[in-house]
């Protein structure tokens, strides 16, 4: 059954596939391993759920994917992938900026002002943070963000 | 005059789905790799919600785009078994939700109790 997972984990966009996909693999064989044990009908319905569950967020992966909608891998560097050469608290830092500047243009483009006031604030302390950790790890040039 | 600190609401564009809520739930107690997440999941559901490989991974990964959980590599473990914890900005949008689940059941209690009357 392993096998066929691995084959429908094609169904997903590649860079989905890199990144979660042995993961995957690994989780939906200890759900197997254990369910054997329970008997054929529960191993089935596992199996069943398994392939439907995949199918069905693939496909949705793979909207996303296209449309990029939800995905703020387009605007920042992602979590997932962090350049070797960069320092995860550096990566973290900038990711933080990032999501507090898109909850910045949220609540400004919603008009609720209080709410943009805050992330403000957030974004102002996420950007000194950023910029103690690039200090840190002796970054001159501070990234660009978006 | 007395100033009163108050927690700014954060608006969502939309409402958090159950998968995305528990997982964060289960992260907030302690950092946990995929199948540690199912398992853990299923028990605070009481049994009632077993996430499939795929709706995790799914919502894994909307949670790292959004920055509100970050994997690391755990010191004895396999790629296979990368760790997830919550960030701080996860724990802070879980807070808002569960505040929101809070304010929602006080109205719905409200609510039944002026029928009952």
């Known amino acids: 059954m392993g096998a066929v997972f691995r084959v429908l984990l094609y169904l997903y966009p590649q860079r989905h596939r890199e990144l979660l996909g042995s993961e995957m693999q690994a989780v939906f064989e200890q759900g197997a391993q254990e369910h054997r044990l329970l008997g054929p009908s529960q191993y089935l319905r596992f199996v069943l759920l ?15 994917n296209a449309t990029r909608r939800g995905y703020l891998e387009n605007h920042v560097r992602s979590t997932l992938a962090p350049a070797q050469d960069i320092p995860h608290e550096v990566i973290e830092a900038q990711n933080r900026l990032a999501v507090n500047i898109n909850q910045l243009s949220f609540a400004i483009s919603h008009h609720q002002f209080v709410q943009a006031r805050f992330y403000k604030n957030e974004e102002r302390k996420a950007r000194e943070h950023l910029r103690q950790m690039q200090e840190k790890y ?9 | ?47 009632r919600v077993r996430l499939s490989t795929g709706t995790l991974y799914g919502a894994l990964r909307r949670l790292l785009d959004e920055g509100w959980i970050e994997r690391f590599e755990q010191e004895d473990t396999s790629r296979d078994k990368q760790a997830y914890r919550l960030t701080s900005e996860g724990r802070r949008q879980l807070e808002f939700e569960l505040d929101r689940f809070r304010e929602l059941s006080r109205a719905g209690f409200a609510r039944l109790r002026l029928g009952e009357a």
């Open chain 2, 1 to 47: 005059m007395r100033h009163v600190a108050t927690r700014p609401a954060i608006e969502h564009p939309k409402a958090l789905t159950e998968p995305v809520v528990l997982i964060l739930m289960s992260l907030a107690a302690q950092p946990r790799h995929g199948y540690a997440l199912i398992k853990d999941i299923e028990a605070l559901s009481r049994h």
């Open chain 1, 138 to 146: 002796g970054f001159r040039d501070p990234q660009p963000l978006p």
């Open chain 1, 50 to 64: 398994e392939v439907c569950g995949l199918v069905l967020h693939a496909a949705i992966a793979q909207f996303a």
